[in-house]
C-alpha cells in the first residue's frame, strides 16, 4: 500500500481520483480549500480519507502535510480561461505560486512523485495539429500561461533537486462530478445541463471550434499510471483520446441522445479561447502504457446519465 496525497481531491477530477486509489486499497490524503471543490463529492469516502482544508498558497500550512506521502497528485488549481482573463492576479497566486509551494514541499518531504495536471491550453493558437509535446506552445490566457509555467517547475525540479515530476497535458476533461453551475466550469456540463432543464445552450462563436473531449476516467488511468511509469519522470505528457468534436458536432449527439431538436443560441467568441484542440497521444502510450478506453460518445451517454440522477 503507498500512500496518496491529493491536492484539490474535493474537485471534479480529483474525487475521481480519490475513488480509484481507494477501490485499490491505497492510502489517501486530501488537501483542499473547498473554493471550487466541493465536500459532497467525497461524502461516501469520508471515513476512508484523511481531509485536509488548507490551501497551496500556505506554505508554511501544507508543508507538514506532506510527510510520509508517496506521491503526490497535485490538481488543486483555480481552472477556467474566462476567470483568469477576470482575474490574472488571482489565477496567478493559486495555480503558480501554489504549485511552486507543493513542489518545494513535495522536495523537502522526499515524496518519490508528483504528478501535476498540466493543460491543452498550453498549446494555444499554434496552428499544428494533432497536439505533439514538441510543438511551441503559445499561451492565449492567464490560466493557460499558469499552466504552462507549472510544468515548466515540474520538469525544472527534476533536473535541479532531483524530484521526481510529470506533467499530464489534459484535454478537456469532463464526466460525472463537473459542476454544471460554475459559470468556470466545461461547456459539456453545462450543456447536458441545459438539456435536462429545459433551457437553451448558448455557443461562443460559431460552434466550429473543436475540443479532444476526455472522459474523466481516462485522465484517472492516466494519471495514476503516472506515478509509477518508469521512463515518465520529467517528461511533459498529453492526456486525450485522439479524437475532436466541434461543438456543433456535441449538440447534434445531444439532440440525438435527448431526442430532441436543440437550435442553440449564439454569443461572442471567448477572450482567451482557443480554436481547435486535438491531442496526440503518442507519448502517453509510450510512456504510460495508456489507452483511453471510453469514448466520447460514451461518456457522454454516461456523464447524461449521473446528471440527470443527481441535478435538480
Ligand atoms: C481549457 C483547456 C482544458 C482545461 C480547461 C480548464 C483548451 C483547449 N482546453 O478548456 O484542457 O485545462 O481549460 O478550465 O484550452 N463554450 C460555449 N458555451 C458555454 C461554455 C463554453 O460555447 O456555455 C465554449 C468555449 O468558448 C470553448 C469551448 O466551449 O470554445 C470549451 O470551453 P470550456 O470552458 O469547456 O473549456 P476550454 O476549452 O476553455
Redesign the pocket.
Known amino acids: 500500500m503507498a500512500r496518496y496525497l491529493v491536492t484539490g481531491g474535493s474537485g471534479f477530477i480529483g474525487s475521481n481520483i480519490v475513488d480509484e486509489l481507494l477501490h485499490r486499497n491505497q492510502e489517501v490524503a486530501v488537501l483542499d480549500n473547498l473554493s471550487t471543490g466541493r465536500k459532497e463529492n467525497l461524502a461516501g469516502v469520508r471515513d476512508r480519507i484523511a481531509f485536509h482544508e488548507a490551501d497551496i498558497r500556505d506554505l508554511d500550512k501544507i508543508r507538514p502535510l506532506f510527510q510520509n506521502t508517496d506521491y503526490v497528485i497535485h490538481l488543486a488549481a483555480l481552472?477556467?480561461?474566462?476567470r483568469s482573463v477576470a482575474d490574472p492576479i488571482t489565477s496567478n497566486a493559486v495555480n503558480i505560486d501554489g504549485t511552486l509551494n507543493v513542489l518545494v514541499a513535495a522536495r523537502d518531504a522526499k515524496v518519490k512523485r508528483v504528478v501535476f495536471a498540466a493543460?491543452?491550453?498550453a498549446?494555444g493558437d499554434n496552428p499544428v495539429l494533432p497536439r505533439v509535446e514538441t510543438h511551441m506552445p503559445r499561451p492565449l490566457s492567464p490560466?493557460?500561461l499558469t499552466?504552462l509555467a507549472g510544468e515548466y517547475y515540474c520538469v525544472m525540479f527534476t533536473r535541479l533537486y532531483g524530484l521526481e515530476t510529470v506533467a499530464l497535458?489534459?484535454?478537456?476533461?469532463f464526466g460525472p462530478r463537473q459542476n454544471p453551475d460554475s459559470p468556470?466550469?466545461?461547456?459539456?456540463s453545462?450543456?447536458i445541463a441545459a438539456y435536462l432543464r429545459g433551457q437553451t445552450?448558448?455557443?461562443?462563436?460559431d460552434?466550429e471550434?473543436s475540443?479532444d473531449f476526455t472522459f474523466v476516467s481516462n485522465a484517472v488511468d492516466a494519471t495514476l499510471r503516472a506515478c509509477t511509469a518508469e521512463g515518465a519522470v520529467g517528461k511533459v505528457i498529453n492526456v486525450g483520446t485522439g479524437d475532436r468534436y466541434t461543438?456543433n458536432q456535441t449538440v447534434a449527439l445531444l439532440n440525438k441522445m435527448f431526442s430532441k431538436q436543440v437550435t442553440p443560441d449564439h454569443?461572442p467568441?471567448?477572450q482567451g479561447?482557443?480554436r481547435e484542440?486535438h491531442a496526440d497521444i503518442t507519448l502517453a502510450r509510450q510512456f504510460l502504457s495508456y489507452e483511453p478506453l471510453v469514448r466520447f460518445e460514451d461518456g457522454l451517454r454516461r456523464t447524461a446519465d449521473w446528471a440527470r440522477a443527481t441535478l435538480r
Open positions: 481552472p477556467s480561461v474566462p493543460s491543452s491550453s498549446y490560466y493557460a499552466k497535458r489534459y484535454f478537456n476533461i468556470y466550469t466545461g461547456v459539456l453545462i450543456f445552450p448558448t455557443i461562443f462563436g460552434g471550434q475540443r461543438l454569443g467568441v471567448r479561447d482557443v484542440s
